[in-house]
Every structure is written in C-alpha cells, then in structure tokens.
T-cell receptor, first 112, second 119 residues
Framework: DAGVIQSPRHEVTEMGQEVTLRCKPISGHDYLFWYRQTMMRGLELLIYFNNNVPIDDSGMPEDRFSAKMPNASFSTLKIQPSEPRDSAVYFC??????????FGQGTRLTVV | QQQVKQSPQSLIVQKGGISIINCAYENTAFDYFPWYQQFPGKGPALLIAIRPDVSEKKEGRFTISFNKSAKQFSLHIMDSQPGDSATYFCAASMRGIDWYGGSQGNLIFGKGTKLSVKP
C-alpha cells in the first residue's frame, strides 16, 4: 500500500479564496483524521471520521472549515474563505484503531 | 487535564550519546502512550508505544520508560546517530475497554522536541 496520500503537497492562495485539501486513506482503514500543525500550537486534531461518518469535529476552528468523506477512499478539508492565520501544514491520517494513526506527508498551506 | 507536556523543546546530542525526552500528563484515564518521529517534510510516524501495565519497553536503540505514579514517561535513544535527527512527539490516549477502538481514544500530542545529533 502506498500509505496515506494527500494532495496537493503545497498550496499558496490569496486571502478570501477557497482552499480544498484532499486525502486518500490506507485501504481497509476505517478511521480518518485531519490534523493541523503549527509551530505555536503543535499538532491539533481538527476532525475525525469513522466509517465515513464524522464523529468529532470539535477541533474545527471555525465555520469556515468543513470536511467531508463521501466514501471510504476519499476525504476533503475545505476552508472558505481562507485567511492568513490558516497557514499551516495539514495532515490526514488513517487507522484501523483510533489511537494508532498513520500520517500522510501533509499539505503545506500558505495564505497570503 | 487533556494536555501532554513535553520537554525539552530542542535537544542537541553528540553522536553515540543518549537522547532523553520527557513527557508528563494529568489525565489518569490515559492508557496508551506512543511516540512519533517526524522528519522534515514528512508526516509523523509511529516509533514505539507503551501501555501503563509495564514500566519499560525497548525496541532496538529506543526505550520508553513509564512512571505511572508520577504520570510521566520518557523516550531514551541510546547510541544516538545523525539519522535520528528529527522531531519527536509524545502522545497519550484512552483506548477504552475495547483495544480495537471503541468509542473513545483520540491521540493527544505533546508540542514536540527537535533533536539534532551532531557527528
């Protein structure tokens, strides 16, 4: 298996634009997580899904953030409208057990 | 109470030396303590993990020491090598009754330690 695949690897966008991050989890994993990593706040869990159903989105910072998982092999994290403070590395992770996450390589988002 | 406090923030060790990273937690319901290793430009990867029913777990040059009464655990890297230079994160979770997931158990991460091993 190729592991968790995220796209794009880098995204630069202007403030106010919509940004969509994509994730393909490891086949057979039924948990999917979205994390955000910054120097100030470290690794923060934004939302996680179990069997494609959002279970806990309490980490989503604002209504500007939304996440979907239309099927077992694909998830998106959308930010609309984007702001400079959203600049961070966003990781997707998947697992068979909720506490043992396998991370993708991340998407580095820069909002200017 | 959900926090995991990690120290030091950065660490410089000579090749062949011992690297020690410490973490502390408050929530006594935590029962799974993994360490993740992250290289620049990569996502974190599980390195080693321990459950609180043991005081030490060793895998090669990496050892977790766990002190349940003090609510502390640490990562020791023996014979540190330049290739070990990375950021290390401790984490904690509640596995719940069911080891295979159950209804609780998100990973709570420490802030990370940037380790540099000098040749």
């Amino acid at each position: 298996d190729a592991g968790v695949i995220q796209s794009p690897r880098h995204e630069v966008t202007e403030m106010g634009q919509e940004v969509t991050l994509r994730c393909k989890p490891i086949s057979g994993h039924d948990y999917l997580f979205w994390y955000r990593q910054t120097m100030m706040r470290g690794l923060e869990l934004l939302i996680y899904f179990n069997n494609n159903v959002p279970i806990d989105d309490s980490g989503m910072p604002e209504d500007r953030f939304s996440a979907k998982m239309p099927n077992a092999s694909f998830s998106t994290l959308k930010i609309q409208p984007s702001e400079p403070r959203d600049s961070a590395v966003y990781f997707c992770a998947s697992s068979q057990r909720r506490f043992e996450a396998f991370f993708g390589q991340g998407t580095r988002l820069t909002v200017v | 109470q959900q926090q995991v406090k990690q120290s030091p923030q950065s660490l410089i060790v000579q090749k062949g030396g011992i690297s020690i990273i410490n973490c502390a937690y408050e929530n006594t319901a935590f029962d799974y303590f993994p360490w993740y290793q992250q290289f620049p430009g990569k996502g974190p990867a599980l390195l080693i993990a321990i459950r609180p029913d043991v005081s030490e777990k060793k895998e090669g040059r990496f050892t977790i020491s766990f002190n349940k009464s003090a609510k502390q655990f640490s990562l020791h890297i023996m014979d540190s090598q330049p290739g070990d230079s990375a950021t290390y994160f401790c984490a904690a979770s509640m596995r719940g009754i069911d080891w295979y997931g159950g209804s609780q158990g998100n990973l709570i991460f420490g802030k990370g330690t940037k380790l540099s091993v000098k040749p």
